[in-house]
């Protein structure tokens, strides 16, 4: 992309939000704000599809600087369609037609030339190898995660989540979804990153961390993307640690391996020592 292209390149960007109070809407005015900022719409130009919760609030007045922007709304058009990330994902996904896409949060702080830094890196891929970067997946650098402050110069395929896949923030050309189909919608939040990381990898899809684009996450908000904030423990529970078991079941049965994920309570351990986190 060293010449400007004839006409801009169309990214669909799906952000899931549920502006319930004013901290919550300045989330997501803030994320708008910094997204159409970021990029030139003559050279990018981004169709916003915020997924919004809250059934009296909409950003289609919102200035978009070139860019365009549309608030659908689930509870209004789906009334009886529970709340999941890949749920709420997949809807704002069938709004758009962009070849390229990205699955984002609302509590994002997109810095300049994000997007155009990702492109670079992929279209340098295509011209050494058309075919292995036909179908494609990245993330970007948040500095505030460690490993991604350590890592700002760098430029790598890899699966890690939370490291090289970046759950808040996947940007994707849109045909990956014909080797997916859509998102798995049984697995409603957490484990939703790690679903993409081992789909990525199953379906042979190269997934690069680029460092050099940068998009902070303020994560920790509470309620942001969910109303985890009104759940009861129990119903909170499934769509977190408890999760972790129907992740693995529908992994398995992807990769047809009834094995997929089964450790010992000796590995298990293994892993928590390792990684200082409990092992779902």
Known sequence: ???????????????ISWAKNKELLQETTKC???LFDSEDCSL???NAIVV??????????????????????PKVSHPDLEFGYHTYLNLGL?????????????????KKNWALKILQVI???????????????ASPA??????????????????????HVAGWCLFQSRNVFEKFGKLEERIKFWFCDNWYSVACQWYKIPHIFVGTSIV??????????????QMEKDEKHKLTYGAGDEFREIVREMMNDETWGVLDEKQQKAIEQKTGKKYY
């Open 44 to 46: 990018i130009r981004f």
């Open 142 to 163: 948040n500095p505030k995660e460690q490993w991604h402050k350590e890592n700002l110069d760098k430029v790598e395929v890899g699966y890690s989540v939370r490291n």
């Open 52 to 73: 919004e919760s809250d059934t009296e609030t909409s950003f289609d007045e919102f200035e978009t600087k070139g860019h365009t922007i549309k608030t659908i709304h």
């Open 123 to 137: 279209f340098s891929q295509r011209k050494l190898n058309e075919k292995q970067w036909k179908y494609v997946s």
């Open 216 to 229: 902070e996450h303020h994560s920790g908000t509470e309620g942001t993307t969910t109303i985890q904030s």
């Open 1 to 15: 992309m060293s010449e400007k292209p004839a006409k801009p390149i169309d990214v669909d960007v799906i952000i």
């Open 32 to 34: 708008l704000q910094t």
């Open 94 to 110: 069938e709004q758009g037609t962009a070849e390229w896409s990205c699955l984002c949060n609302n509590d994002l702080d997109f």
